[in-house]
């Protein structure tokens, strides 16, 4: 509910920018802000879960240079995976059992990006990135 209170405002903030650098003749323009909107609006997302298998799908492709959001939905309390780390781009959160969580990045390289649990990422999953 929350993320979608956040996109209707992000379309505000779209709608209203454009007349905003008009009147500043394009000095104060950012580019990079109406950027990501559109590609929040576009909507990169990635459904994953854990399981008593541990983190899945894996592998799953993503695109280089474009915003990802995973959405992790913890559902079990059997395992260690209660935390998601992506050591190569400074992310951990924690999975509370059965809510999905969001994590949004922009892969920057190509190549497998490796996440996994807190504990030396003894249960894993790889993105791909393209
Ligand atoms: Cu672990």
Same mark, same amino acid.
């Given at each position: 509910?929350?993320?979608?209170?956040?996109?209707?405002? !992000? &379309?505000?903030?779209?709608?209203?920018?454009?007349?905003?650098?008009?009147?500043?003749?394009? =000095?104060?323009? =950012?580019?990079?802000?109406?950027?990501?909107?559109?590609?929040?609006?576009?909507?990169?997302?990635? @459904?994953?879960?854990?399981? @008593?298998?541990? &983190?899945?799908?894996? /592998?799953?492709?993503?695109? =280089?240079?474009?915003?990802?959001?995973?959405?992790?939905?913890?559902?079990?309390?059997?395992?260690?995976?209660?935390?998601?780390?992506?050591?190569? +781009?400074?992310?951990?959160?924690?999975?509370?059992?059965?809510?999905?969580?969001?994590?949004? &990045?922009? /892969?920057?390289?190509? *190549?497998?990006?490796? +996440?996994?649990? *807190?504990?030396?990422?003894?249960?894993?999953?790889? !993105?791909?990135?393209?």
């Amino acid at each position: 509910m929350i993320a979608k209170t956040m996109v209707a405002a !992000l &379309f505000a903030a779209a709608v209203v920018l454009p007349a905003a650098e008009a009147l500043a003749c394009g =000095k104060h323009a =950012k580019p990079a802000a109406a950027t990501t909107v559109a590609q929040a609006a576009q909507g990169n997302r990635v @459904e994953l879960s854990v399981t @008593e298998e541990g &983190f899945g799908p894996t /592998p799953v492709k993503v695109k =280089k240079g474009e915003p990802v959001t995973l959405v992790i939905t913890r559902k079990t309390d059997k395992t260690c995976a209660k935390e998601i780390m992506i050591p190569a +781009y400074d992310i951990e959160k924690e999975l509370p059992l059965n809510q999905p969580v969001e994590v949004t &990045f922009t /892969p920057t390289k190509s *190549g497998e990006v490796k +996440y996994g649990c *807190g504990m030396g990422q003894m249960i894993a999953g790889v !993105l791909v990135v393209e």
